[in-house]
């Protein structure tokens, strides 16, 4: 399907007109004062490049390994809960735009269709994102569903301990954030720790990542623990309020893990640009979320693809411009500390949006 789109923000402006105003909501809205959601924003903003002149950028390769897997871009699919309720699909049709893109998707616990069809979908390795939802049984029970249908790593989601108080959803009498805020069954989120961490890890028995990291002292714990992906994120900034940017952790994170594991950053990221500012910083990959989100409600599979050659084009562009060639050449010397120039929201990486941003 050829989609006459030139920029995301098309797709973000088709997805609002195909959404309800529950499920947009719930897309693009954050917690509470919605400060966190913001400051994963700014902290990309804060971020300037260094471009080197009069180097050879004929040729410009953006591909990285993930995994033990060539990734197109330093990129993979976030999870996202509920992608159905943005196309009937759902995973499935994300999935299947990864692959077609050539990049990986973090499938969520808690999306439709089930994992053993999203899995069967393509034969690109995929990674199982868990909600604990059940005692230690059914995690079991769950892994080894997981482990059948083939999934190659395990992204066990931390920042959940309490379902946050998403007001735009709630707000908007959105009946599914509604039932997901009142789920009796959070109490094991609420109970996980460092040793449930060790037993499910133990039961898995593969590449283990941890989701949900946000500061130094988590980070050390996660790599004494056999820990080998930290995932920086603070959940888009869904979960707790008041939080820093995803970006303004990743240095202390970066830090306290010492290259013992590899790093998945999330939160924020809504051009090629932030993906190149992430990896100078140390990121191993990004996670997309909400422009995965917008890409599907406005074209389905074809809708992700695009999106990513988008993203794909304006990396190339910032490399390009930054004097680089290839992902092994950035550092941390390609970019600066520098003041932003817009306030940041949800919808402020894109100038054209109505007012800014869409309601």
């Given at each position: 399907?050829?989609?006459?789109?030139?920029?995301?923000?098309?797709?973000?402006?088709?997805?609002?007109?195909?959404?309800?105003?529950?499920?947009?909501?719930?897309?693009?809205?954050?917690?509470?004062?919605?400060?966190?959601?913001?400051?994963?924003?700014?902290?990309?903003?804060?971020?300037?490049?260094?471009?080197?002149?009069l180097v050879d950028v004929s040729h410009i390769d953006p591909s990285t390994t993930f995994l033990g897997q060539k990734l197109r871009i330093p990129a993979i699919?976030?999870?996202?809960?509920?992608?159905?309720?943005?196309?009937?699909?759902?995973?499935?049709?994300?999935?299947?735009?990864?692959?077609?893109?050539?990049?990986?998707?973090?499938?969520?616990?808690?999306?439709?269709?089930?994992?053993?069809?999203?899995?069967?979908?393509?034969?690109?390795?995929?990674?199982?994102?868990?909600?604990?939802?059940?005692?230690?049984?059914?995690?079991?029970?769950?892994?080894?569903?997981?482990?059948?249908?083939?999934?190659?790593?395990?992204?066990?989601?931390?920042?959940?301990?309490?379902?946050?108080?998403?007001?735009?959803p709630l707000l908007s009498r959105d009946q599914y954030s509604v039932q997901r805020r009142a789920l009796a069954d959070r109490r094991y989120l609420a109970e996980?720790?460092?040793?449930?961490?060790?037993?499910?890890?133990?039961?898995?028995?593969?590449?283990?990542?941890?989701?949900?990291?946000?500061?130094?002292?988590?980070?050390?714990?996660?790599?004494?623990?056999?820990?080998?992906?930290?995932?920086?994120?603070?959940?888009?900034g869904r979960q707790i309020d008041h939080g820093v940017g995803s970006m303004d952790t990743l240095p202390e994170i970066v830090q306290a893990v010492e290259g013992?594991?590899?790093?998945?950053?999330?939160?924020?990221?809504?051009?090629?640009?932030?993906?190149?500012?992430?990896?100078?910083?140390?990121?191993?990959?990004?996670?997309?979320?909400?422009?995965?989100?917008?890409?599907?409600?406005?074209?389905?599979?074809?809708?992700?693809?695009?999106?990513?050659?988008?993203?794909?084009?304006?990396?190339?562009?910032?490399?390009?411009?930054?004097?680089?060639?290839?992902?092994?050449?950035?550092?941390?010397?390609?970019?600066?500390?520098?003041?932003?120039?817009?306030?940041?929201?949800?919808?402020?990486?894109?100038?054209?949006?109505?007012?800014?941003?869409?309601?």
């Amino acid at each position: 399907m050829n989609l006459d789109i030139v920029t995301n923000e098309e797709l973000i402006q088709l997805a609002r007109k195909r959404l309800n105003q529950g499920a947009w909501d719930y897309l693009v809205g954050g917690s509470e004062s919605e400060t966190t959601l913001r400051r994963n924003r700014l902290a990309f903003d804060r971020v300037a490049f260094r471009p080197r002149v009069l180097v050879d950028v004929s040729h410009i390769d953006p591909s990285t390994t993930f995994l033990g897997q060539k990734l197109r871009i330093p990129a993979i699919l976030a999870p996202i809960g509920s992608l159905q309720r943005f196309d009937p699909e759902g995973a499935a049709a994300v999935t299947r735009a990864a692959t077609e893109f050539g990049i990986m998707h973090c499938v969520s616990t808690s999306t439709a269709p089930e994992l053993e069809v999203t899995a069967a979908a393509t034969d690109t390795p995929k990674i199982f994102q868990l909600y604990v939802f059940g005692d230690m049984k059914w995690v079991e029970d769950l892994l080894g569903r997981v482990k059948k249908a083939g999934y190659v790593a395990l992204a066990l989601t931390v920042d959940v301990a309490r379902y946050s108080r998403r007001e735009r959803p709630l707000l908007s009498r959105d009946q599914y954030s509604v039932q997901r805020r009142a789920l009796a069954d959070r109490r094991y989120l609420a109970e996980l720790t460092w040793d449930s961490l060790d037993q499910i890890k133990q039961m898995w028995g593969g590449t283990f990542m941890l989701k949900g990291v946000q500061t130094a002292e988590d980070a050390a714990l996660a790599v004494q623990h056999g820990v080998d992906v930290v995932w920086a994120s603070n959940h888009g900034g869904r979960q707790i309020d008041h939080g820093v940017g995803s970006m303004d952790t990743l240095p202390e994170i970066v830090q306290a893990v010492e290259g013992r594991a590899r790093i998945v950053l999330d939160g924020g990221v809504q051009r090629g640009s932030d993906i190149l500012k992430a990896v100078a910083l140390g990121a191993d990959v990004v996670a997309l979320g909400r422009l995965q989100g917008w890409a599907l409600a406005a074209a389905g599979q074809a809708g992700v693809v695009r999106m990513l050659e988008i993203v794909e084009d304006e990396l190339v562009s910032a490399m390009g411009l930054a004097g680089l060639t290839s992902i092994d050449q950035v550092t941390p010397k390609a970019v600066r500390p520098a003041e932003p120039v817009t306030p940041p929201h949800e919808m402020s990486s894109w100038v054209n949006m109505p007012v800014g941003r869409i309601l």
